[in-house]
């Protein structure tokens, strides 16, 4: 009986054992897929900062040559020769279905 009870408790031990190991597997895989996930989506954070620092830098520069041509005393000249040089903006994207769009306002359904 003592020997049929120990090993049944020895069993236990061991399956405990056994689940607790699998549990820190999955618990660690978990945390280097968040991991991954973390520096793939900060390398894209980092980007679209960039590109949005470019963005309004571009437009300063832009917004001060459109200053410097109002002041001028040949506007139409300076107009025209800005333009010139400038690249088009692009087209404006699309709406996309069920994203915000700031000039809707916000609807609560």
């Known amino acids: 009986m003592q020997t049929d009870n ?30 991954t996930f973390y520096n793939v989506i900060s390398g894209q954070i980092k980007d679209l900062l960039n590109e949005s620092l470019k963005f309004v830098y571009e437009r300063r520069q832009q917004g001060g040559d459109l200053e410097r041509v109002f002041n001028s005393n040949t506007p139409e000249v300076a107009i025209n020769d800005m333009a010139a040089h400038q690249s088009p903006l692009p087209a404006p994207k699309p709406h996309q279905p069920n994203t915000w769009d700031p000039s809707r306002g916000i609807n609560f359904k």
């Open 6 to 35: 120990t090993y049944t408790e020895r069993q236990n031990a061991v399956q405990s054992l056994e689940q607790a190991y699998s549990r820190f597997n999955e618990v660690r895989s978990g945390c280097e897929q968040a991991l």
